[in-house]
Every structure is written in C-alpha cells, then in structure tokens.
C-alpha cells in the first residue's frame, strides 16, 4: 500500500511558476511509474504527465507540454511537477498518483493510488 502526500500548491499570477511535490511511504518507490493529474471545477479528472521507474522516459499532456516538466528522486521517494508559463486554465486540484504497470498508457488508465490533491489557482 502506497500513501501519496502533494505539496506545493497555491496562488500564482500568469505567466507565473509553481513546484509540486509527492513524497510516497508505504511502498517501494522506484517500483513504481508515477504521474500528475488534475480535476478543475465543473470538469473530469484528465492526465497532466508521467514518469517511468527510473526517470528515463516522460510522458506529457499536449496542453502541457513545453511548460511543464516532470521529475523524481527515488532516494526521496518524491516526484515533482515543475510548472513554468501557467496559464488560468491550468487552475485545477492537481493529484499524484502511482501505478506498477508503467508509465507510458497511464493516461488511458486509472492508477492503483492517489494522493489527497493540491489546489492551484492561476490568475489573470
């Protein structure tokens, strides 16, 4: 069983940037692919990026690409989510989550856990 906490979430301007954190416990971390998704008002739950086990491939949603950037540090047990150049359409709970079955497809499926979510507004 894997627990994921998000942090890093909050008020920023436009064109602003923001780090998201997830530390994970309870599990052995670099089984693992991990990944970024985010629910904004109103809207469903849609696949923001992923990555696989051990860093070295990276998936991305094509309303994000180019901004943001998705890492891990398996010594940690932590992933990140670096967002440059946000937009108020990126404005959303934005949820960490881990799967054993991959990285690449994640957007397709469900993962096996979720984090709690981190909220962040864009403003205009």
């Known amino acids: 069983q894997v627990q994921l906490v998000e942090s890093g979430g909050g008020l920023v301007q436009a064109g602003g940037s923001l780090i998201l954190s997830c530390a994970a416990s309870?599990?052995?971390?670099?089984?693992?692919?991990m990944g970024w998704f985010r629910q904004a008002p109103g809207k469903e739950r849609e696949f923001v990026a992923a990555?696989?086990?051990?860093?070295?491939?990276?998936y991305y949603a094509d309303s994000v690409k180019g901004r943001f950037t998705i890492s891990r540090d398996n010594a940690k047990n932590t992933v990140y989510l670096q967002m440059n150049s946000l937009k108020p359409e990126d404005t959303a709970v934005y949820y960490c989550?881990?799967?054993?079955?991959?990285?690449?497809?994640?957007?397709?499926?469900?993962?096996?856990?979720w984090g709690q979510g981190t909220q962040v507004t864009v403003s205009s």
């Open positions: 990555i696989t086990w051990n860093g070295g491939g990276t």
């Open positions: 989550a881990a799967d054993r079955r991959g990285a690449q497809g994640m957007s397709t499926r469900n993962p096996a856990y």
């Open positions: 309870g599990g052995s971390f670099s089984y693992y692919a």
